[in-house]
C-alpha cells in the first residue's frame, strides 16, 4: 500500500459522526433556497451540524472589499466544508470576486461539476448525456503573469506543473472509483504544446495505470471540444487543465440545458466548498418561486463527499422522482409535461415525501457503490540532474532584417557561447530564414556553448556556466543590444528541456 | 483615404484578365474531384489559368521530408495562388506537415473556415447557421515556445502581437465588407488575461469603428464556445487568436455535420492557399465515387478572394441547386431525400447543367454584392515611451516556507534594487502570503527601484537601469540563488506593461 495522505474518508467523516458544516445564505433567492435545501437534507437524515457563515453583498457593502468577513474565515477552517448559496457582488470597481478569494486562500485545486441531462423537463438535444468535468483550478495561463516588453508584443505564461497534474488527474479517478463512473477522458493539445501539455498527458497516462478497473483515453482539445458539443453520451468524467476545462464545461453545461439545476464543488487539500451554479436572480427573491435544485445537488455532492453517499443517493433520486411526477417550480413548469406548478417550499416537501422513492424513467443514482473513498497521495517530488546547457535571450529590435541582427550577435564571442539561431514568434528567422516571415520587434536570440554540437540529428549540448550568461547580457547590454527577457535551457537527466524554433 | 497596401483586389485580379494559379492534384481521390472541381469552374466561365504542381505522397517518399518540389515553391511564387487537393502524408517519422510548412512559409497569417449547413441533406440541428470563422494563424500558444527549468515546472509563451491582431482583425472587417456579411464577433478571455487577450479586444474595438455598417460585439472565450454549440444561427463572421479559433472552428464544423463539403482557405499577404477540409480517402481513389463539394467550396472562396465573385456566386448557386434537386454521390445519398446517386463526373455535369439556376429553399449565394475588395494596410508601429522598472527573477528553490525565500531576498540590498514580492504559480506568497498556498520550486520574485512607492493605490516605479539587473543577478548568483529565468519590468507611456500577483 502507499503512503497516501487523506482529503476525504468514511474515516473522517464517519456516518455515525455529525460533519460539521458552514453555511453562507447568499443574497437574493439564497435564502429560500438554503432553507429548503436544509429541510431535506434533514428530513433524509444528513447527519450535519450548521454553522452559519456572513459574506456577499451585506458584507461587500459595509466596506469589505472581498466579501468575508474575519469571523467567517475562522469559521471555514473550524468546519472546512462550505455550502453555498449565491451571493450578489454589489456594481462597481474594486470588489474582489468572493469563489476567486475562496479558491486561492483555501487551494481549492479541482472544480468539479456534474451536468446530467433532465430531458424532457429540460429539453436537450443530448437526453441521455451524464458527464462530470474535473478541472484543473491553480494553474495554466490563469495564473494571469502577463508581460509586455516591446512596442509589438504581450506575453502571457502558461505554467503547467507536475504536482499540479498529479494532483487533478488523480483527484479524477478516484472520484470516478469513490462514485461509480467508468471512464476518465483526458483533453490536452499535446501535439503542439509537447512539454506544456505533453507532461499532462504523461501523468495522465502514469496514473491511469494504477486504475486498471476505470476506462482512460485522450483526446486532442479542439476535436474534443467539437466531440462533446456533438456526442456527450460518450463521456463519462472529463479532466482536463484549467483553460480548456473552463471552456469544455461552459460548453457541456450550455447543451445540458439545466445550468439552473446544476451544482458544482471547489475541492482542496483541507477544505471544500459546495454551491450552485446559478446566480442570486434578485428579481424573484422573496416571491416563494425559486427553485432550489442548482443548491440540493450541490448539497448530494457535498453529503458524497463527506461520507454519507447513502443520504446523497436518497436525496437525489427523490429529487428525480419529483421532478417525474411533473412537480415543478414556475421556471421548469411547462403544460405538456409538468402536472403541478409549486412554490420552493412545496416543491422541497414534495421531495422529501419521496424520500423513499427512486425515479423510474431517469437513472436511479448509485454514488454509493462505489468505493466512497477519494485519497490522493502526497506529491514525492522527483530528483532529476539538471544541466544549464545555455540560454534564451529576448531582444527588443525595430529592425526587419533578420541578417542583420543575427550577424552582430554572431560576432559576439562571450565567454564561450556562441549564437545557434533567431525566431521571431516561434520561426526561425536566422540562419536561413525565409523572407515571406513576418518580423515584430520581438527576437528570440538562443545561445549555446561554443563547441556544443548542434547540427546534428543528435545534438549534444555542453555544460554552461551561470556566469558565462551574465558574461553574455553584459557583454549584449555593452553593445546596446535592449534586452528584456532571459529563459535559460537546461537538460533534465539528460533530456532536452526546451523546444526547438519552428524549421530549427 | 488611407495609404493601405492590397492584398487582393479587382484592380489585381481584373476579371478581364486571366488569374494564374497553382494546381496541386493531390493523392488519393485528389486527382478525381480535382478533375471535377476544373471542368466546373471552366464551364462556368473562370478566368484562370492553371500551372500543376508536384507536393504530397510521392514528393515525401522520394525522399523529400517536407513533401514538396523546388519547383513547386517556384511555380508557387509566380502564381501567388494555390488550388491544393487533399494529400496523403505517408506514416513514419520526419516527415513535415505540408501544411504548416506553407503557412509558416508563406506568412498565410488567416485561416478562414465557413460552414454552412446542409439539412436536410446533412443532418444537423442548426438547420440554417451559416458561419465563418477567421483564425489567426501564426501566433499565440501555438509558437510552440516552451521550456523546462524546475523539477516541477514547464512553461509555454503565448505571445500576443499588435501587428498580428491588427492583420487578422483588419482582414475579419474586410472579409465581412466584400463577401456581404453583417456581423463580426471576436472572442477572447481578457477578463482573465488583461494584457495579452486584452490586446486582441483592444485592436478589435478599435478597428471595429472603421466599419459602422458591420455590427460588432465581443465574447468571453467560453461563453463564446457554449454558444456556438447551441445558438450557433446567432453568428456570421468569428474573428479570434490561433487556440480559440482552433477549437471553435472545430465545433462548428462538427456540429454543422459537412466536414466533408467544406473548404478552407489560408491567407497571406502575398500568397493564398485554398483546399477542402477533408482528408485524400485512399479507400475510395479511382472508384469515381468521391464527392468534389469540399474542393469545389473551396475554389468558389478562391474565386471570390481573385475579384471574380460572380463565376463565384454561379457556381455556389449551381452546386446548392444540384444538392436540392436530390442529386448525390454516395457519401451524402439518402433514399429518403436524394433522387439520384451519381458518379463524380455525373455530380459534376448536374452541376454545370444548373450554372443559370439558383437554389430555391437554400439562401442564394451573394459574394458578388459585397465590396469585393480586401485591403490590408501596412502596419504602423507607434513608438511609446518605454520605461524600465524593475525585474521579475525567476528562481528554482526546494524548501517550501515562502518567508524563508522572502526573507534571504529581502537583505539582498543591490544597487537600489528591493525585493517587492514573491508568487508562486502567480499567487502572492510574500509578503503576508496565506499558509494554504500550495508552492512548487518555481518562485517569481519581483524587484523594483528602492525608493519606488509601491504600496499606495496609484503605484510609482522609479526608473531602473539594466546595469542594475545585471549586478541583481550576480549578487543573487553569487548568494547560491538558482536563477532560471527572468522577466524585465516596464511601462510604456507610464502605462504598467506587467500585471500584479493575484493578492498583490
Known amino acids: 500500500m502507499k503512503n497516501r495522505s487523506i482529503i476525504a474518508t468514511q474515516k473522517d467523516y464517519n456516518v455515525e459522526k455529525i460533519t460539521k458544516i458552514a453555511i453562507a445564505k447568499g443574497d437574493g433567492i439564497g435564502p429560500e433556497i438554503m432553507k429548503a435545501t436544509l429541510k431535506i437534507m434533514k428530513a433524509a437524515g444528513a447527519k450535519i451540524e450548521t454553522e452559519t457563515i456572513d459574506v456577499g453583498e451585506q458584507v461587500y457593502l459595509s466596506g469589505n472589499s472581498a466579501g468575508i468577513t474575519d469571523s467567517a474565515w475562522d469559521a471555514i477552517s473550524r468546519n472546512k466544508i462550505i455550502l453555498k448559496a449565491p451571493i450578489t457582488t ?16 483555501l487551494g481549492l485545486f479541482a472544480n468539479v461539476r456534474p451536468v446530467t441531462a433532465l430531458h424532457p423537463f429540460v429539453k436537450t438535444n443530448f437526453p441521455t448525456m451524464d458527464i462530470v468535468v474535473i478541472r484543473e483550478n491553480e494553474e495554466d495561463l490563469y495564473a494571469g503573469i502577463e508581460h509586455r516588453q516591446t512596442e509589438d508584443v504581450v506575453q502571457c505564461l502558461k505554467l503547467i506543473t507536475r504536482p499540479g497534474c498529479e494532483k487533478i488527474v488523480r483527484y479524477a479517478f478516484e472520484y470516478a472509483r469513490a462514485y461509480n463512473r467508468k471512464k476518465v477522458t483526458c483533453m490536452i493539445k499535446d501535439n503542439i504544446m509537447k ?48 483553460l480548456y476545462g473552463d471552456i469544455i464545461s461552459d460548453i457541456i453545461a450550455e447543451i445540458g440545458g439545466s445550468v439552473g439545476m446544476a451544482g458544482s464543488a471547489n475541492i482542496g487539500k483541507n477544505v471544500a466548498m459546495f454551491e450552485a451554479i446559478h446566480g442570486s436572480a434578485p428579481d424573484i427573491a422573496g416571491k416563494k418561486i425559486a427553485n432550489p435544485s442548482g443548491l ?32 415543478h417550480t414556475a421556471d421548469v413548469y411547462q403544460e405538456s409535461v409538468s402536472s403541478k406548478k409549486v412554490t420552493t417550499e412545496e416543491f422541497a416537501d414534495a421531495i422529501i415525501e419521496r424520500l423513499d422513492s427512486n425515479p423510474f424513467k431517469f437513472p436511479v443514482s448509485n454514488l454509493s457503490k462505489g468505493s ?99 558574461a553574455l547580457l553584459s557583454k549584449l547590454h555593452q553593445n546596446d543590444f535592449d534586452l528584456i527577457k532571459t529563459e535559460n535551457l537546461y537538460e533534465f537527466d539528460g533530456i532536452r528541456g526546451f523546444s526547438l524554433g519552428q524549421g530549427e
Not at 462597481?92 to 486561492?104: D, E, M, P
Not at 522527483?382 to 544549464?388: A, F
Request: net charge positive; charged share 25%; with cysteine.
Open 90 to 105: 454589489p456594481q462597481g470597481k474594486g470588489y474582489k470576486s468572493l469563489n476567486v478569494t475562496l479558491r486561492k486562500s
Open 195 to 242: 512539454l506544456t501539455d505533453g507532461l499532462f498527458h504523461t501523468v495522465f497516462k502514469e496514473i491511469a495505470l494504477e486504475y486498471p478497473e476505470i476506462e482512460s483515453n485522450s483526446q486532442i482539445i479542439d476535436i474534443a471540444a467539437a466531440k462533446v458539443a456533438t456526442v456527450p453520451e460518450n463521456y463519462d468524467v472529463i479532466v482536463t487543465s484549467n
Open 296 to 327: 440540493l445537488n450541490a448539497a448530494v455532492m457535498m453529503l458524497a463527499h463527506i461520507g454519507q453517499p447513502k443520504v446523497a443517493d436518497r436525496i437525489k433520486n427523490a429529487w428525480l422522482a419529483t421532478l417525474e411526477a411533473g412537480i
Open 372 to 470: 466512497g473513498t477519494i485519497t490522493i497521495p502526497e506529491y514525492k517530488r522527483k530528483n532529476s540532474v539538471k544541466k544549464l546547457v545555455g540560454v534564451d535571450v529576448f531582444i527588443d529590435w525595430k529592425g526587419n532584417n533578420p541578417e542583420a541582427i543575427g550577424n552582430n550577435l554572431s560576432e559576439i564571442k562571450s565567454h564561450n557561447l556562441k549564437l545557434k539561431m533567431i525566431t521571431n514568434r516561434g520561426v526561425k528567422v536566422f540562419p536561413n530564414g525565409l523572407k515571406e516571415t513576418y518580423c515584430t520587434d520581438h527576437w528570440r536570440c538562443r545561445f549555446v556553448a561554443q563547441n556544443a554540437e548542434i547540427k546534428t540529428t543528435e545534438p549534444h549540448y555542453e555544460t554552461v556556466e551561470y556566469e558565462q550568461v551574465i
